[in-house]
């Protein structure tokens, strides 16, 4: 083993050196895991200075509604209701809502547990190891990226819109580019440099910032809601346009329910961001909770009264499928028209608001993908003065400036979900194993025969719903995986026992609570289409290549110099009692 920080990087042939060792280095470093103490000191005084604790409960709540409530509401309700649900898209929401709280709760107990800026990276990091954190932080870094970038242009197109102004005159169009990558926006690079100039400032001014937004957001919303209210009519909600069309509230029955569910369910994606900000957090027993379940559920209440609105608006076959609001009061009587253009200044807040918080979130993932060695330490530096990770915040921000000027945004929308969606189903695992897995005292593999048992029985329910064509046999086969997925979790359940109980806040109904949170995410990803399949593997690839080129090595490096523990609890265990931050507040 080297025994300098840095050697496998001294000189070309201390790497060609270091890369003959790959396999075992790889086999070494994958699996290694860090406990909750090292992540709160050693491997956090990386960074220099701290990040300052000023955040409180409703700072979160406003960054919560602030990264969910986007302009994406505005356009997936409408395809809800007029492809999969109809008036009933509000119990879909509903549904939607509460499944996304049941994630939300899986976050918060490593957030409570373990209250720095990582957030799945970190909670990855301490369960399933280096490698497997690397490999979803990676992607969904680049799923965070791809998606702001969306989100920046986006922007162009819905203020423009509410002021009248044609998207072609804000962008130029550069004809030696291939198609998709030959518009240039300009408008789109300003915004993304100064939401990056507000995060690399201080977190603090970004709370205000976010709230002053997400207020006028609100308020913008709580207009559409009003008029909606005031101008629909309630018969709406069970007689369609055409006579010939399904009836009643629920037009296409359950299953429409749960495929608009399935829908709208990526409306919620956002409330991940906040814990990223635990290492800001005054009182993170108090606070992280109140922040993410308080954000979900208020959310979950402004998504079901919009829905309500639109539904009373229009007949759900008569609803815009891509702009359903704005296309509902465009066809009222003249007079009602402008009612639109307000829609798309409330819709440009939200644009605003999420990207801010998206933003601050990817920073803070790679200040401590830095801090773990696996990409360069740069990274992961705070600032003295501002207590923010400038290098990391100045590096993404510019990165996905770069892709908001030229990529199309049909583009950059094929291609994100699944990073998150994946990170999504990997922290819903984890908090199952991290309960039921003491490393180095535990034997792990009845938890991960269970875990994979019903991972497997979830996918198999996913294909039969996408693929299996109606009928009795569909209806027989689903019920026997349900049953069989209910009779894997109850015999788990009875069987092997909780090997830890959380300290401070814990998710309840322990493991049924995270299974439906498995099932959900994998239930999504197979919703989604070829393109984004192919940019996981493809960016999976590239993650791993880097991995094995240089992340390893520098891990091993760090590792040699006393930074790291050794591989699987070799040395390490999980500590009875987890380490107190000097302001962690109970």
């Known amino acids: 083993m080297e025994s300098s920080h840095g050697s496998s ?16 280095r790889f086999a070494r470093r994958a699996g290694s895991v860090s406990t909750s103490y090292e992540e709160m000191s050693r491997v956090k005084a990386r960074s220099g200075s701290d990040m300052q604790r000023t955040l409180r ?67 990855l990091r301490v369960t399933f190891g280096e490698f497997a ?54 408008f789109a690079v300003l915004v993304v440099l100064a939401i990056t ?43 369609p346009a055409d006579p010939k069309n399904p009836s009643g509230f629920f037009p296409f029955g359950a299953p429409g329910v749960f495929n608009g569910a399935a829908m709208v369910y990526l409306s919620y994606i956002g409330y991940d961001a ?61 007079g009602w028209k402008w009612v639109s253009n307000v829609i798309g200044i409330g819709a440009s807040f939200g644009i605003l608001t999420s990207l801010l918080v998206a933003m601050l979130g990817q920073a803070r993932y790679m200040c401590v993908i830095g801090r773990s060695n696996v990409v360069p330490a740069w990274f992961a530096r705070v600032h003295p003065k501002t207590s923010t990770p400038v290098n990391a915040s100045a590096f993404l921000g510019i990165f996905t400036a770069a892709i908001a000027l030229f990529t199309d945004l049909n583009v950059l929308l094929n291609l994100v979900s699944i990073g998150t969606l994946f990170v999504f189903y990997m922290v819903a695992n984890a908090v199952v194993y991290r309960r039921y897995v003491a490393i180095g005292t535990t034997n792990p593999w009845p938890t991960l025969a269970f875990l994979c048992s019903f991972s497997l029985t979830s996918i198999l329910f996913t294909l039969i719903w ?19 997925a209910i009779a894997i979790i109850q015999l788990f359940h009875c069987l092997v026992p909780q090997a830890r109980k959380p ?14 949170s498995i099932f959900l995410n994998i239930f999504l990803l197979g919703s989604l289409g070829g393109p984004s399949y192919v940019r996981f593997v493809f960016f999976s690839a590239l993650a791993v290549l880097v991995y094995v080129l240089y992340s390893v090595h520098a891990s091993f490096d760090a590792e040699a110099e006393g930074s790291f523990g050794q591989k699987n609890g070799g040395i390490l265990k999980e500590s009875g009692e987890s380490y107190q931050d000097p302001s962690f507040k109970v």
């Open 466 to 484: 996408h693929f299996m064509p109606q009928g009795k046999g569909k209806a027989f086969m689903l019920g026997a995986c349900a049953v069989i």
């Open 197 to 239: 100039l507000i995060i690399c400032y201080s977190t603090r001014e970004s709370s205000v910032v976010n709230m002053v937004l997400t207020a006028l957001h609100i308020l913008f919303i709580g207009f559409v809601i009003l008029m909606g209210f005031w101008k629909g009519d309630w018969k709406n909600f069970t007689e």
């Open 133 to 186: 954190a690397f490999l979803t932080g990676a992607n969904l870094i680049m799923d965070y990226v791809m998606s702001n970038a969306a989100v920046a242009r986006s922007f162009t197109a819905y203020l423009g819109s509410a002021i009248g102004i044609s998207t072609s005159k804000w962008r130029v169009v550069v004809h030696v580019l291939p198609d998709g990558f030959n518009e240039i926006d300009i």
């Open 503 to 516: 300290e401070f806040w814990g998710v309840p109904l322990m493991p049924w609570i995270p299974c439906v």
């Open 9 to 24: 990087f001294s000189s070309l042939n201390s790497y060609i050196q270091a890369l003959a060792q790959t396999p075992a």
């Open 274 to 334: 906040v814990s990223t900000l635990a290492e800001e957090v005054h009182n993170p027993v108090k606070d992280i909770p109140i922040g993410v379940s308080g954000s979900v559920i208020i959310v979950t209440v402004l998504y079901c009264l919009m829905s309500a609105s639109m539904s009373m608006l229009l007949p759900y076959d008569m609803i815009d499928a891509d702009a359903p609001f704005s296309a509902a009061f465009r066809g009222k009587s003249d």
């Open 57 to 123: 409960w409703y700072d979160l709540v406003g960054f919560g509604i602030g990264g969910m409530v986007g302009a994406g509401v505005f356009v997936t309700t409408g395809r809800a209701s007029r492809v999969c649900a109809g008036p009933s898209v509000i119990i879909s929401y509903a549904i939607a809502g509460l499944c996304a709280l049941l994630s939300a709760f899986c976050y918060t107990e490593f957030a409570v547990d373990m209250p720095v800026a990582g957030g799945a990276f970190s909670y």
